[in-house]
Structures are given as C-alpha cells and as structure tokens.
T-cell receptor, first 114, second 113 residues
Framework: DGGITQSPKYLFRKEGQNVTLSCEQNLNHDAMYWYRQDPGQGLRLIYYSQIVNDFQKGDIAEGYSVSREKKESFPLTVTSAQKNPTAFYLC?????????????FGEGSWLTVV | GENVEQHPSTLSVQEGDSAVIKCTYS??????FPWYKQELGKRPQLIID?????GEKKDQRIAVTLNKTAKHFSLHITETQPEDSAVYFCAATSIGGSYIPTFGRGTSLIVHP
C-alpha cells in the first residue's frame, strides 16, 4: 500500500523538550515538505527538500529542524526554541520539485505542549 | 512572493444547493491551481486542479474555473450533499518562484441536511 506515513499520530511535549515527528514515503518521490496547520491559518510551510541531503527553510522555519538522509524519510524536530508548537503537522511529498506536480499529504501528527 | 486570498472563510448551504468558493492570486506567473478537501482531523486530499492553459475543468459535481486576466479561480460544487462538509483549500504555484504552492486560508463548508 503506497503512501505517506506519519508517526506518532498524537504527541505530547513538555516545556523545554525536543520532539521528532517521523515521515516516511514509499512513493519514490524526490520532493518532501512539512506544513503546520493552525485553525484559520491554512497551511504554512516549515521546511522542504528537493532531493536527498538537501533542504530549505520555508516561511516559518524558526524553532524547527529537519534532515533528509534517505529519499523516503524526512523527519521534523520541534525544538524547545519553538515557543508555540501546539498544532497539527502535515508531511507531504511530490514526484519532483516542479510547478504543476500534485502534492500528497500524510495523515498528520497532533502535537500538544503540556 | 505569491499571495492567495480565499473567500468566504465559512459557507453554509442546504443540501442540494450549489456552493462557490473563490480565490484570488497575486503572481501573474502562477500556472497551476489545485483544490484540496480536508475532512475533520484528516489529511487534505486533492479533488480537482486546473492549469493556466485551461479556463474550466469539470469532474462530476465539482468544477473549477480560472480567469487569468482577473487572477482568480473558483471551485463550484453542485447538488451539495452532507458528505461535502469539510474545509476546502485552494493553492497557486508560480513558475517564476520556488514551485512551492501557496495555500489560501481555507473555507469551511457546512451542508445542512
């Protein structure tokens, strides 16, 4: 079954902790993305990666970090520097990095700060 | 960069009515416009898209129209059903930019039985 798998589905973080959200795809897509979703704010881009070992900051990268060591994996770390991390996080991928390629989303991860 | 405005933020209709959601974009170089549907707590899923060389595209009860001169595109849903209730997002991708789609803020569509 092809697709994008995110884990965990729900995650609770204490103040001052770093947490890592996993994203794995078996679609053989070159490009991968991380979005953050808050109510009424739409989808905001955190980081994106065009190819293995390369990634770029999106619109709201502060307090986040990523890695792209393998084509199928693009984990997102929410660091303690992110002051308001409670949100719904969506990982996505597309065949490659070009205009007109459909972006496919994972099921998302809910992160709550406690 | 690209800026996408989406209206309305909330749309309430009776079952069987039509629903129209409109988006405007700022970058005349944008050439790809997808629409996503997101049900509560689930992933956004592509429902229809249109490219700048086409003015209209239909798929059963949904259609999208594009006006390049005015820089706006719209989603039309006819004969709405309760299962159409969801948040709908438009997006625009600029060939002159980074190829990253810019999303609108979303429209919450509520279809009353």
């Amino acid at each position: 079954d092809g697709g994008i798998t995110q884990s965990p589905k729900y995650l609770f973080r204490k103040e001052g902790q770093n947490v890592t959200l996993s994203c794995e795809q078996n679609l053989n897509h070159d490009a991968m993305y991380w979005y953050r979703q808050d109510p009424g704010q739409g989808l905001r881009l955190i980081y994106y990666s065009q190819i293995v070992n390369d990634f770029q900051k999106g619109d709201i990268a502060e307090g986040y970090s990523v890695s792209r060591e393998k084509k199928e994996s693009f984990p997102l770390t929410v660091t303690s520097a992110q002051k308001n991390p409670t949100a719904f996080y969506l990982c996505a991928s597309s065949i490659d990095f070009a205009s007109g390629n459909t972006i496919y989303f994972g099921e998302g991860s809910w992160l709550t700060v406690v | 960069g690209e800026n996408v405005e989406q209206h309305p933020s909330t749309l309430s209709v009776q079952e069987g009515d039509s629903a129209v959601i409109k988006c405007t974009y700022s970058d005349s170089a944008s050439n790809y416009f997808p629409w996503y549907k997101q049900e509560l707590g689930k992933r956004p899923q592509l429902i229809i898209d249109i490219r700048s060389n086409v003015g209209e595209k239909k798929d059963q009860r949904i259609a999208v129209t594009l006006n390049k001169t005015a820089k706006h595109f719209s989603l039309h849903i006819t004969e709405t059903q309760p299962e159409d209730s969801a948040v709908y997002f438009c997006a625009a991708t600029s060939i002159g930019g980074s190829y990253i789609p810019t999303f609108g803020r979303g429209t919450s569509l509520i279809v009353h039985p």
